[in-house]
């Protein structure tokens, strides 16, 4: 009622956990008092259903198809990419999707979802491993979280997926991990809260050339959760107030060679202040979303 959006009778599906169909209708609930203006029922023959019952959207404005059937994965879903070939590939905190055993991360290739290898292992001393961050490169996943085993190799927090095995990046970053990743042509980009990359000084940026690591100066002073590459230039978002020893507040930009801030940055936010935790870029334009109330001094 008051939604806007019109029932669609003739897509009403209802399916249990192995995919049989159940004879299901609508029917109409006469008004009471406590539902005057009547209301729909759905009704479902589970006689021999195996359960849980799927009950499809039966909304005409919206189309939503369960990927990989009812189970979907059994716990969060952070991170999602695309390649070239359009296969779509996950990470998170889930060890199971669909049906399949996939710890961390998987790949849907339009019907089917299929572990990397034995995926993630390891983590910090608080929490299992996730991934928090996926980008593809030519036909190169990589993936970036807080880790310390990609397949059966030893990788701190980022490691590279080939097709058909896990490599580390050199020694890794080391520190709580990694938020996010970029890439552009053979560069990774790699973003979080760590101090060191391939073994050498990186507060919480720092570049991947395809063969070695390296800082873009003196990085950034808190954590940073977004990266985005536009052209020569590289942006990133986060709770920092530092960008190369110079003030940005929440979100700075790279030129190869140094950081500068855009205007006054982000203001407001929580107690801990403003946050950038989203970047986009359209064209000449830099597109801004997190925890703030103004962004270069006006309400934003």
Known sequence: EHSG???????????????????????????????????????????????????DPTFSD??????????????YVIAVVVDGSGNLYIGGQFTLVGDTLANY????????????GSGMAGGDNSSPPAVY????????????????????????????????????????VGGAGVSALAASGSDLYAV????????????????????SWMALGSGLNSN?????VSGTD???????????????YSIAKWNGSSWSALGSGMG??????????????????LYAAGDFTTAGGSAA
């Not at 030893?154 to 490599?167: F, H, M, V, Y």
């Not at 407001?268 to 334009?285: C, H, M, R, T």
């Open 133 to 172: 961050a996926l980008a593809v490169s030519g036909s190169d996943l990589y993936a970036g979280g807080s880790f310390t085993n990609a397949g059966a190799s030893a990788a701190t927090n980022i490691a590279k997926w080939n097709g058909s095995t896990w490599t580390a990046l050199s020694s890794g």
């Open 62 to 75: 919206a189309n939503w198809i369960s990927m990989g059937g009812i189970p979907g994965a059994d716990n």
């Open 5 to 55: 959006r019109k029932i669609a009778y003739s897509r009403l599906r209802a399916t249990d956990a192995t995919g049989k169909e159940l004879a299901a209708r609508m029917e109409v609930i006469p008004a009471k008092a406590e539902t005057p203006s009547g209301a729909l029922a759905v009704v479902v023959n589970d006689a021999e259903a195996v359960y849980p019952v799927r009950i």
């Open 105 to 116: 991360v998987a790949k849907w290739d339009g019907s089917n979802w299929t572990a990397l």
């Open 234 to 248: 590289v942006y990133a978002g986060g709770s920092f107030t530092t960008a190369g020893g110079t003030a940005a």
């Open 192 to 211: 979080g809260t760590f101090t060191t990359a391939g073994g050498s000084p990186a507060t919480n940026i720092a570049k991947w050339n395809g063969s």
């Open 224 to 228: 940073v959760y977004a990266v985005v």
């Open 268 to 285: 407001g936010g929580d107690f801990y202040g403003p946050s950038v935790y989203a970047l986009a870029v359209s064209g000449n334009d």
